[in-house]
């Protein structure tokens, strides 16, 4: 991360026509000034998205590189920065919004049963390199480097291909 203003950043997975999952760290979220990390399911045609986890996190620190993960089992995802477990979804969570707790039960996202992965900054500077997308039925790409010298239109049409 290079340089921050109000923003996100963060990894979709599931993404299939209009719906998503989306886990990220975020200062922009309810016009409440403390960063959080969370997991939404959205629907960006009807623009309506359930909270699957929020909690306060730090900003990832500028000028450092950060490892981002995002892993899917099932109807869970697991949030993870530079190796730590950050969150798993599918639990109740407590959301604290204007001073009150708030118990957060999540709903079944079953909906989400398949997809294409993604990646996603607003406001943000960063830069991305060794992309690694693995799983069941997804061919092996191995790292997907983004290379100074290389072009970029090939290298982002090699991501598109998975």
Same mark, same amino acid.
């Given at each position: 991360?290079?340089?921050?203003?109000?923003?996100?950043?963060?990894?979709?997975?599931?993404?299939?026509?209009?719906?998503?999952?989306?886990?990220?760290?975020?200062?922009?979220?309810?016009?409440?000034?403390?960063?959080?990390?969370?997991?939404?399911?959205?629907?960006?045609?009807?623009?309506?998205?359930?909270? %699957?986890?929020?909690?306060?996190? #730090?900003?990832?620190?500028?000028?450092?590189?950060? +490892?981002?993960?995002?892993?899917? !089992? *099932?109807?869970?995802?697991?949030?993870?920065?530079?190796?730590?477990?950050?969150?798993?979804?599918?639990?109740?969570?407590?959301?604290?919004?204007?001073?009150?707790?708030?118990?957060?039960?999540?709903?079944?996202?079953?909906?989400?049963?398949?997809?294409?992965?993604?990646?996603? %900054?607003?406001?943000?500077?960063? #830069?991305?390199?060794?992309?690694?997308?693995?799983? +069941?039925?997804?061919?092996?790409? !191995? *790292?997907?480097?983004?290379?100074?010298?290389?072009?970029?239109?090939?290298?982002?049409?090699?991501?598109?291909?998975?």
């Amino acid at each position: 991360l290079e340089k921050r203003g109000p923003g996100n950043i963060g990894i979709l997975a599931r993404v299939k026509e209009n719906r998503a999952v989306w886990c990220l760290v975020s200062d922009l979220f309810l016009n409440d000034p403390e960063s959080k990390v969370m997991c939404i399911s959205y629907d960006f045609n009807e623009k309506v998205h359930e909270a %699957l986890y929020i909690k306060r996190h #730090r900003l990832l620190r500028l000028n450092r590189w950060s +490892k981002l993960k995002l892993s899917v !089992g *099932g109807d869970h995802f697991t949030f993870s920065i530079d190796r730590k477990k950050i969150t798993e979804t599918g639990d109740p969570f407590i959301l604290l919004h204007r001073g009150e707790e708030l118990m957060i039960k999540t709903k079944d996202i079953a909906s989400h049963p398949t997809g294409s992965t993604g990646f996603g %900054l607003a406001n943000y500077t960063a #830069r991305f390199d060794n992309i690694t997308i693995i799983g +069941k039925g997804i061919p092996d790409k !191995g *790292g997907l480097s983004v290379v100074p010298k290389a072009k970029l239109a090939t290298t982002w049409g090699n991501l598109k291909r998975l």
